[in-house]
């Protein structure tokens, strides 16, 4: 079962707009990881925010946590086309098994 | 570094024959995990293992499949016989050492798109 649901699950903008997704998940965690996939590539780890943190950034990246509503966003912002790709969060709870989300889709624009 | 190294990057085959995936994870990462990917169920974990003792098999579909992790520094995951629903990529992920496993990230590999006709 998926313990992340990301929304939305498919997302178009043009370059150097800001791109921003959502993740919902059901039950307490450790921390939510985002990662990253080309086509036909793996999946490549962008950032992890800790269950008592409410903000992170990275590069031109920005997750918020809300454990409360059991929600994160991942925002990145002035998008280029090469970030086109799908996004995945992904919640970790007790040991180190991490639970994936759907994903969602971003096709930037040149 | 080379990363998480699996293979073969394609495989096809006819369905009842055995598959055998293969996985290298980094030097000095004690946790390793497989997973599955489909358009159907999206990316859905198999098994795992720390320090080469499997410890979650319980996405493991089926009979048909098993894993090994003979040492830390290969991991195989078999499938036999093989069905056309099988046909996925699979992906080998590595994490780092630590002192407690919580708020490591993973680290993936290429994967390998199995087509079983």
């Known amino acids: ?110 | 570094d080379a990363g998480v190294i699996q293979s073969p990057r394609h495989e096809v085959t006819e369905m009842g024959q055995e598959v055998t995936l293969r996985c290298k994870p980094i030097s000095g990462h004690n946790s390793l995990f497989w997973y599955r990917q489909t358009m159907m169920r999206g990316l859905e974990l198999l098994i795992y293992f720390n320090n080469n003792v499997p410890i979650d098999d319980s996405g493991m579909p089926e009979d048909r499949f098993s894993a090994k992790m003979p040492n830390a520094s290969f991991s195989t995951l078999k499938i036999q016989p093989s069905e056309p629903r099988d046909s996925a990529v699979y992906f080998c992920a590595s994490s780092p050492t630590g002192l407690l496993p919580v708020n490591k990230e993973q680290y993936f590999g290429p994967g390998t798109r199995l087509t079983v006709t």
């Not at chain 1, 269950?51 to 454990?67: A, F, Q």
């Not at chain 1, 509503?69 to 180190?96: E, M, V, W």
């Open chain 1, 1 to 110: 079962s998926q313990q992340g649901e990301e929304d939305p699950q498919a997302l178009s903008i043009q370059e150097g707009e800001n791109a921003t997704m959502n993740c919902s998940y059901k039950t307490s965690i450790n921390n939510l990881q985002w990662y990253r996939q080309n086509s036909g590539r793996g999946l490549v780890h962008l950032i992890l925010i800790r269950s008592n943190e409410r903000e992170k950034h990275s590069g031109r990246l920005r997750v918020t946590l809300d454990t409360s509503k059991k929600s994160s966003s991942l925002l990145i912002t002035a998008s280029r086309a090469a970030d086109t790709a799908s996004y995945f969060c992904a919640t970790q709870a007790a040991g180190n098994k991490l639970t994936f989300g759907g994903g969602t889709r971003v096709l930037v624009k040149p």
